[in-house]
Each structure stands twice: as C-alpha cells, then as structure tokens.
C-alpha cells in the first residue's frame, strides 16, 4: 500500500474550502494519493439554521480565511447563501453527493468537493438542494453520480453512513480537532496526524512536514 494523505472534511466548512487552494501543490510537490474521508461536522445533529448572528460569524470568519489563503468569497454567496434565512446550513445532501462520486468516480472526488464549494461560495448557490448538486455532479461529466444522488437507494446511503462513521473515528483516533485534519497514512498503516494550520500559513512548511514523515 503506498503512502497517503487522508483528508477528513466537511463541504460546508469554511477552511476546508481554503485548503483546497494550497492543496494541489501539497500533492504534486510530495507525490502522495488523496483520500477524503467526510465527518459530517455541519449534517444530522450537526446540521443548523442560518440565522443573522450565525451568517454574521460566518461571514468574518470567510474573510479571514479569504485574506490568507487567496480563495473567494464572493458578495454573491453573501446575498444569497448567508442571508437566506430558508436555507439551512447543512452538509448532508453535499456529502451525499460526494459519496455517489466515490462509488461511481473516485478518482474525481476532490475535483467534485472543489466544484461544490466554487458553487456556494463563488456563484452563491444553494448546495443544500439536490437539484444544485446533480447540476454540479452533471456539468462535470459525473451523469452517473448525478443519477445516483437524484434516486439514493440502500447501496449508496450505506455508503454514506460508514464513510461519515470511518471519518469520526478516525478523527477521534487520531486525536483530531474539527475540520480539516490532515493525517498522513504510512505503507504500514501507521497515523501521523499533521499541523493543518500550516497549509493556510505556510504551504511550503507543509509540504516538508510531509516529506519529512513520508522518508521516516
């Protein structure tokens, strides 16, 4: 088994979002395979509504994240995510239509994580409607995907529920703190779990850190 990085995340969370921008430097620069795991922060219980002190936090916490990392948050998402108070702030359907991807696609999870988040926090749409999802899923050649999350049966909803259950467990396994975490998975199994702080702060610390625990 070769050497690589899992990411545990959530589509609704803000960081994760700026992650992706530093990201794919981190994975040409180390060579390591991606493997994203969903912990389904911001979903069932998790799941809230979005009411004006929360789109007030929201909103200064994207701009810190957009004044470090360089990623978008644009007016649009403003106006018509945080300031729509019928639209709950809930990752559920958005991961659910990560896990249609990783049944039909895996290899293109992270670039249908990236499009969902482009769509919410770039073109301000609402990501909590199926219709919004399949329309993503479908401009990105994923059809298969898309009539997958249009008609979830058991296969995929079991699917569903194990990867958000593998995704908690190893977060607390690995003593991991929200999301994102980062954890470097060794040829043997063994957990190294990363500072994700240092790809917003500095990529280049990261990638050492990982080349660091890839040689060890």
């Given at each position: 088994m070769s050497r690589t990085l899992v990411y545990?995340?959530?589509p609704l969370c803000g960081w994760c979002y700026g992650a992706a921008?530093?990201?794919?430097?981190?994975?040409?620069s180390t060579g390591l395979a991606l493997r994203l795991i969903p912990?389904?922060?911001f979903s069932g219980s998790g799941a809230r509504v979005m009411d004006d002190d929360f789109a007030a936090y929201a909103w200064s916490n994207d701009q810190r994240i957009e004044r470090l990392t360089g990623q978008v948050f644009s007016e649009r998402y403003r106006d018509h995510v945080l300031a729509d108070r019928?639209?709950?702030?809930d990752s559920g359907p958005s991961t659910l239509a990560l896990s249609a991807v990783n049944l039909t696609a895996p290899e293109r999870e992270f670039e249908a994580l990236?499009?969902?988040?482009?769509a919410r926090y770039v073109d301000g749409l609402d990501v909590t409607r199926v219709e919004t999802l399949t329309a993503v899923l479908a401009n990105l050649?994923?059809?298969t995907a898309a009539e997958r999350l249009t008609r979830p049966d058991s296969a995929l909803l079991q699917v569903n529920d194990d990867r958000v259950g593998q995704g908690r467990a190893l977060l607390r396994r690995v003593g991991g703190q929200g999301v994102p975490t980062?954890?470097?998975?060794q040829a043997d199994d063994a957990l190294q779990l990363l500072p994700a702080s240092a790809i917003f702060s500095?990529?280049?610390?990261?990638i050492r850190e990982l080349s660091a625990g890839v040689k060890s």
């Amino acid at each position: 088994m070769s050497r690589t990085l899992v990411y545990l995340f959530d589509p609704l969370c803000g960081w994760c979002y700026g992650a992706a921008g530093p990201l794919p430097q981190v994975l040409e620069s180390t060579g390591l395979a991606l493997r994203l795991i969903p912990t389904g922060l911001f979903s069932g219980s998790g799941a809230r509504v979005m009411d004006d002190d929360f789109a007030a936090y929201a909103w200064s916490n994207d701009q810190r994240i957009e004044r470090l990392t360089g990623q978008v948050f644009s007016e649009r998402y403003r106006d018509h995510v945080l300031a729509d108070r019928l639209q709950a702030f809930d990752s559920g359907p958005s991961t659910l239509a990560l896990s249609a991807v990783n049944l039909t696609a895996p290899e293109r999870e992270f670039e249908a994580l990236k499009a969902i988040q482009a769509a919410r926090y770039v073109d301000g749409l609402d990501v909590t409607r199926v219709e919004t999802l399949t329309a993503v899923l479908a401009n990105l050649g994923l059809d298969t995907a898309a009539e997958r999350l249009t008609r979830p049966d058991s296969a995929l909803l079991q699917v569903n529920d194990d990867r958000v259950g593998q995704g908690r467990a190893l977060l607390r396994r690995v003593g991991g703190q929200g999301v994102p975490t980062f954890v470097l998975q060794q040829a043997d199994d063994a957990l190294q779990l990363l500072p994700a702080s240092a790809i917003f702060s500095d990529p280049r610390a990261f990638i050492r850190e990982l080349s660091a625990g890839v040689k060890s």
